[in-house]
C-alpha cells in the first residue's frame, strides 16, 4: 500500500482534469472574481489600453519626424515606416517561441516590455535636438547622432510591441476557467475595444504634444514631448502589468516546444519519403509517420496547429484591404477617428445585442462563419467607396494628359482686353479672368489682344495648367504661371494671389502671401476650410479681405492694378475657382466606415477568440503570432499590388480589391464548411490519462513481482492487457483521423480515482496472502 501511495504522490499535480492539477502551471494563493471575472484581467486589460497608447501615439507622429526633423524626403520616411510596422509585425513570431518554449508567457511580456520602454525613452532622446544644436540654431548640428538613435529605438519598439502582442492576449485567455467560455469571449472583445480605445486617443493627443514648442536655447515643434509621452504610458503599463502578478495564473513553458515540432515534421516527412512504396500500408494523415519515434500527444497537438494554420492562408487578403482604408479618406483627416470611434460603439454592440439575438433566433453562428461575413463585409465597404468615388470623379476637372496643356487667362489692366488663343476667343473685363481652361494639343500657339493690335508666340508645357497674366501695360512682357494639377489632398484648399500693384504683403495668420517688385503672383499656401481673413499691406495702407472656403479646392485670388484702399477695397477683388471644392456629401463616407469597422469587429475579434481556442495549451502564444504573420502578410500584398496594378481609375482599383476579396471570402467558406472544431484541452487530457493509466499499471506489475506469486502475476497481467484493449479502443473513440481531420466524439474511460482504488485494493488483498503463506511456513 505504500509503494501505491508513493505512486499516487508522484502522479500528484500532473493533470488537473479529474481533480489534478499539472505540474507546468501555478496558481495565485487566492483567486478573486469581479462579477465573475477573474480579477487579474482587470490588469492585462489596462496594461493592453496603455500599451497602445504608447505604440500609436508614437507611430501617428513618425513619419512627421522623418520629414521635418531627420529630413528625410517623402519616400525614404515612407520607406523606413512600412518597414517598421512590418517588423512589428513580424516579430511576434520570436515572442511567441521564447514565450512557449523557454520564459512563459508572464516572463517574455516582462522581459520585452522593459526594451519597449526602453525604445521609446531612447526615441524620445533621439527627438531632443539641443543635444547636438551646438549654434543654437533649432537644428541638429550632428544628424547622424539623432539618425541612429531613433534607429535604435524603433528596433527595440518593433522588437518590445511585437514580442509581447501574441502574450497578452494569449496570457489574458489562460486566465479562465474551462466553465467561463462566456467571460473568455466577452474579454477578447473587450481586450480589442481597448486596444482601439488607446489607438483613438493617442492619434488625437500626440499630435496636439508635437504642436507645443520647446527646447532649451531654441524653440521648435516638440516631438520629444510627443515621443516622451507615449514612452511614460508604456512605464505605466509596465507597472500596472507587474502590480497584478500574485493574481496570475502562469502556465509554464514545456521546453523547447518550437524545436520539437520541427524535428517531429521532419522526422514525418522524411519517414513518409522512406516509405513510399505501395507495399506499406496508408495512414490516414502524413503526420503519423512521425509515430515511431515522438509522442502521440505531440504528434496530435501539431495536427491541431496545422489545420488551423491551413485554415489562415485566405485571411492576409483581408489585411489588404484593411490597410487601405486611409484612401477611403477623401476629405477631411478628422474622419481617420471615425473607424476607432465606431470599434468602441460595435464592439458592445455586438456582444450585447447582435449575437445573442441570432442565438435566440436558433442560428449556428459559428466564429468560421463570423469571419466570412466580416470578410464580405470588408469587400462590400469597397464597393461602396467605388461608388462615392464615382460620384465625386464626375465633380473633378479635367486635367491635361502627357500631350495636352490647358491654359486660362487673366486680365490685371484697368482696360477690357479681347483675346484670341489659337481657336478659341475670350473677352476679359479689367481685373477679370477667363471661366475655364482652354485646351491644346501644340506645343506653342499665337495669341493676339484687340484685333490682332499685338500678337506673340507663346511656349505651352506638356500635361500642365498655365495662367496667362496681362499686366496693366500690354507692352509689357505677359507672364505664365504653373498652376495646379491635382486636386488638393486631405480636404486642404491651395490659393495663391496675383497683384496689379507691387509691392503688397498679404498675410492670414501665419501664412504669407508676399508679392514682391518684378513679380505678379505668389506661391500657393495651404488653408483649411472654413473662412479666413486676410490683411492687404503696401506701405501704411492696409485692407481686410474675407473668402470663404470649402474642401479640397484651388483659388486665385485677383488684385486689380486699379485696385484702391479704402472702406470698399474689397469691392474689386476677383477670386478665380481653378479647382471647385468637394461637392460630395461627408455623409456619403459613413456606410463604408460602417461596413468596414464593423468587419473588422466580426473578424479581428473572432479570430483572436479562435486562435485561443482551437491551439493545443503548450502552443497558444505560437498560434496567436500565426494570426498576426496574417498582418504582415497583408502589409506586403498592398505593396506587391499597388506596383503591378496600375489602374487609373480609383474606382477600377476599389473594384479590384473587393473583387479578390469576395473570391478570398468564397475560398475561406468551403475551407471553414469542411473544419470540424476541437477542444484542445480535453484531447490533451484523455491522450495524458491514458499514458497516466499505462503508468498505473506498469508499477502495479512491479510490485506484484516483486511478491514472486505467479498465479497472481499471470491473472493481474491478463487483466492489464484488458484493461489496454479497452484503453485503445477509448483513445478510438476520443479523436477519429479521417483525410487528416480529427474529430472529438465520446469519452469511455472510467475515472482514474476509480481505477486506482480498484488495483489499490487488489493490492492490499495480495499482500495480505503473501504473509498469511509466509506465517504459515515459518510455524514449527
Known amino acids: 500500500m505504500a509503494d501505491n501511495e508513493d505512486l499516487q504522490e508522484k502522479k500528484k499535480g500532473k493533470y488537473y482534469t479529474a481533480g489534478k492539477v499539472p505540474e507546468s502551471v501555478s ?208 512605464v505605466v503599463a509596465l507597472v500596472v502589468f507587474i502590480a497584478g502578478s500574485g493574481m496570475y495564473y502562469k502556465a509554464k513553458p514545456q521546453g523547447n516546444i518550437m524545436l520539437d515540432v520541427c524535428k517531429c515534421i521532419g522526422f514525418a516527412i522524411k519517414n513518409r519519403f522512406r516509405h513510399r512504396s505501395s507495399q506499406f500500408p496508408k495512414r490516414t494523415h502524413w503526420m503519423d509517420w512521425a509515430e515511431e519515434k515522438y509522442d502521440k500527444l505531440l504528434i496530435v497537438q501539431i495536427k491541431m496547429v496545422l489545420k488551423v494554420l491551413f485554415l489562415y492562408i485566405p485571411l492576409p487578403m483581408f489585411w489588404t484591404l484593411f490597410d487601405q482604408k486611409g484612401f477611403l479618406i477623401l476629405q477631411p483627416d478628422q474622419m481617420q477617428t471615425v473607424n476607432p470611434i465606431l470599434i468602441l460603439t460595435l464592439v458592445p454592440i455586438m456582444d450585447s445585442v447582435i449575437y445573442p439575438l441570432i442565438r435566440k433566433c436558433g442560428l449556428n453562428f459559428s466564429p468560421l462563419k463570423r469571419m466570412t461575413v466580416g470578410m464580405f463585409m470588408a469587400a462590400m465597404a469597397f464597393v461602396a467607396a467605388a461608388l462615392v468615388q464615382i460620384e465625386i470623379d464626375k465633380t473633378l476637372p479635367v486635367f491635361p494628359s502627357d500631350i495636352q496643356s490647358q491654359i486660362k487667362t487673366i486680365n490685371l489692366g484697368s482696360n477690357p482686353l479681347s483675346v484670341t488663343l489659337s481657336q478659341h476667343s475670350v473677352h476679359l473685363a479689367p481685373g477679370q479672368v477667363s471661366e475655364e481652361y482652354f485646351l491644346f494639343n501644340e506645343d506653342s500657339i499665337m495669341v493676339y489682344i484687340n484685333n490682332n493690335s499685338i500678337g506673340r508666340n507663346i511656349s505651352l508645357a506638356k500635361g500642365k495648367r498655365q495662367s496667362l497674366i496681362f499686366p496693366s501695360n500690354i507692352n509689357l512682357e505677359w507672364t505664365l504661371s504653373e498652376d495646379l494639377t491635382a486636386k488638393p489632398e486631405q480636404g486642404n484648399n491651395e490659393v495663391r494671389f496675383v497683384s496689379g500693384i507691387q509691392p503688397v504683403n498679404i498675410a492670414s495668420g501665419e501664412v504669407n502671401f508676399n508679392i514682391t517688385d518684378g513679380s505678379l503672383y505668389s506661391n500657393y499656401s495651404v488653408l483649411t476650410y472654413g473662412q479666413t481673413v486676410f490683411t492687404i499691406e503696401s506701405g501704411s495702407l492696409s485692407c481686410e479681405y474675407r473668402q470663404e472656403f470649402g474642401f479640397g479646392s484651388s483659388y486665385t485670388i485677383i488684385i486689380p492694378s486699379s485696385f484702391t484702399f479704402g472702406p470698399d477695397c474689397a469691392a474689386s477683388i476677383t477670386v478665380s475657382e481653378d479647382i471647385k471644392p468637394n461637392s460630395v456629401h461627408m455623409a456619403l463616407q459613413i456606410p463604408q466606415y460602417f461596413l468596414i469597422t464593423a468587419g473588422e469587429v466580426v473578424f479581428s475579434v473572432t479570430g483572436l477568440e479562435f486562435s485561443y481556442s482551437q491551439a493545443p495549451s503548450n502552443m497558444k502564444a505560437v498560434l496567436q503570432a500565426g494570426w498576426l504573420f496574417t498582418v504582415a502578410i497583408g502589409n506586403f500584398i498592398v505593396l506587391i499590388v499597388a506596383e503591378l496594378a496600375q489602374i487609373p481609375e480609383q474606382w477600377a482599383e476599389y473594384v479590384l480589391f473587393a473583387s479578390l476579396l469576395v473570391a478570398v471570402c468564397l475560398i475561406f467558406s468551403v475551407m471553414a464548411h469542411f473544419y470540424t472544431y476541437m477542444d484542445p484541452a480535453e484531447i490533451e487530457a484523455q491522450f495524458r490519462k491514458k499514458d497516466d493509466d499505462h503508468e498505473v499499471q506498469r508499477d502495479q506489475k512491479d510490485s506484484l513481482k516483486k511478491g514472486k506469486n505467479k498465479s497472481t502475476d499471470l491473472e493481474l497481467h491478463e487483466g492489464m492487457k484488458r484493461d489496454q484493449k479497452q484503453t485503445k479502443l477509448d483513445q478510438d473513440g476520443v479523436i477519429r483521423q479521417s483525410g487528416g481531420v480529427m474529430r472529438t466524439t465520446r469519452v469511455a474511460t472510467p475515472p482514474p480515482q476509480t481505477q486506482c482504488a480498484f488495483f489499490g485494493s487488489l493490492f492490499a488483498v495480495l499482500t495480505l496472502v503473501l504473509n498469511v503463506g509466509q506465517a504459515v511456513k515459518m510455524a514449527p
Open 27 to 234: 496558481f495565485s494563493s487566492q483567486k478573486i472574481e469581479v462579477c465573475g471575472y477573474p480579477l487579474s484581467i482587470f490588469f492585462i486589460v489596462v496594461n493592453e489600453f496603455c500599451e497602445r497608447f504608447s505604440y500609436y501615439g508614437m507611430r501617428a507622429v513618425l513619419v512627421l519626424y522623418f520629414k521635418y526633423f531627420l529630413q528625410w524626403d517623402d519616400d525614404l520616411a515612407t520607406s523606413i515606416y512600412h518597414a517598421f510596422v512590418a517588423l512589428c509585425y513580424l516579430t511576434p513570431i520570436l515572442g511567441a517561441i521564447v514565450a512557449d518554449s523557454w520564459l512563459g508567457k508572464f516572463k517574455t511580456i516582462i522581459y520585452l516590455s522593459i526594451v519597449y520602454a526602453l525604445g521609446q525613452v531612447v526615441m524620445a532622446i533621439s527627438a531632443i535636438h539641443d543635444i547636438t544644436d551646438t549654434n543654437r540654431d533649432g537644428t541638429p548640428d550632428n544628424m547622424t547622432f539623432h539618425v541612429v538613435l531613433s534607429m535604435v529605438g524603433l528596433f527595440l519598439i518593433a522588437l518590445g510591441t511585437g514580442g509581447i502582442k501574441p502574450c497578452v492576449a494569449a496570457f489574458g485567455g489562460d486566465q479562465f476557467e474551462d466553465h467561463q467560455e462566456r467571460q473568455r469571449s466577452t474579454f477578447f472583445s473587450v481586450f480589442y475595444l481597448c486596444i482601439n480605445a488607446g489607438s483613438l486617443l493617442s492619434t488625437i493627443i500626440t499630435p496636439v504634444l508635437r504642436a507645443q514648442e520647446c527646447g532649451i536655447y531654441t524653440q521648435t515643434k516638440c516631438y520629444s514631448l510627443a515621443f516622451g509621452v507615449p514612452a511614460a504610458l508604456m
